[in-house]
């Protein structure tokens, strides 16, 4: 792990808003939807974008992977996938009169898995370990995947024929839930004159090194939670655990992403400590795909996660 000077996490912090200025170069408009995926990088945590078709979701993805100069793969997630299409397979070699073992796509710094929900749960739960554990177990064997490594998943969530649904344990892995929206009127017509997932995108040149990504990730582990923000943090967790409409609320694994989702966006807007308002504005992204509500169990309606940890977040005070 890089040691930081006080000059070299200057120049980090230099490094990161041009990241920030290059991943906006060809993804017009949305600087929170940015943030956030570059919240979820500096958190070592992988992302889940969500959102209709054509709203830019692949662009967002491959923008970043561009900008940063380490490895890229791209999955289509389809329902004939297989989980050896993921990992890899192992292969007889005449020469040496062994099996050789050929890495599939998950051993790239930065993973897409397009269409997620179009593939069945058993190539989903493929992802489970690399997610977790940064790793792959095959052969008798544990490989370690190359830092950084980072999973970026689209679906949408309005199509549902020829799709599966997303299981707990496997959205729990996700430390962010971003949705993107529809652009203004103003970002449209740039989009509608420049056409920036084309030749844009192709043309965008890595700004920063996986050396770099690394040290960003080790300054965001010491950015700083005082008690106060963090006794904040679990009053919020502790409200979706006891909440008359959730059957399920968030989880230790939720309560850490959390602080690490809070941690990075401090470091994002240069600071070296958590202020309640980066708990507050990533609440509802890093726990509201984690909760299970009572009346989609019981009756099929699935209520508005969104909408209870909003309402949490309305009652639950924060420090002064």
């Known amino acids: ?11 980090l912090h230099a490094r990161l808003r041009r990241l920030r200025e290059n991943v906006g170069a060809v993804f017009f408009g949305k600087s929170e939807t940015v943030g956030q995926l570059l919240i979820g990088l500096l958190a070592r945590g992988h992302v889940l974008i969500e959102d209709v078709p054509g709203v830019g979701k692949t662009v967002l993805a491959r923008a970043l992977a561009k900008s940063i100069q380490c490895s890229f793969a791209r999955i289509q997630m389809t329902p004939d996938l297989l989980p050896s299409d993921i990992i890899g397979v192992s292969v007889y070699s005449d020469k040496v009169g062994l099996f050789e ?20 749960p058993r190539t989903q739960s493929a992802l489970l370990e690399s997610m ?15 830092q950084p490594f980072m999973v970026i998943a689209t679906q949408n969530p309005f199509e549902f024929e020829g799709t599966y649904f997303l ?23 740039r989009i509608l004159r420049e056409e920036p997932g084309g030749s844009a995108l192709d043309a965008l040149q890595p700004i920063m090194s996986a050396h770099e990504v690394l040290a960003l990730q080790e300054m965001t582990e010491r950015v700083r939670i005082d008690d106060a923000i963090m006794d904040y943090l679990q009053a919020i ?20 992403s959390l602080a690490r989702a809070a941690r990075a966006s401090a470091l994002l807007q240069g600071r070296d400590f958590a202020v309640p308002d980066d708990v507050k504005s990533l609440a509802v992204s890093v726990c509201a795909h984690r909760l299970v509500s009572k009346s989609y169990l019981h009756d099929g309606q699935a209520q508005s996660n969104d909408r209870i940890m909003t309402e949490i ?7 002064s």
């Open 1 to 11: 792990m890089p040691v930081l000077t006080e000059h070299s996490a200057d120049a």
């Open 101 to 120: 073992f050929k890495k599939g796509p998950i051993f790239a710094n930065v993973v897409l898995a397009d269409e997620i929900n179009r593939t069945t």
């Open 132 to 146: 977790n554990e940064s790793q792959i177990s095959v052969d008798g064997q544990t490989l370690r995947l190359d």
């Open 167 to 189: 299981p707990e344990n496997q959205l729990d892995r996700f430390i962010l839930r971003i949705r993107i929206g529809y652009p203004s009127r103003e970002d449209e017509r």
């Open 237 to 256: 967790v502790a409200a979706t655990r006891r909440h008359d409409a959730l059957e399920v609320g968030v989880s230790p694994r939720g309560a850490l």
């Open 313 to 319: 977040l309305e009652a639950v005070p924060p420090p």
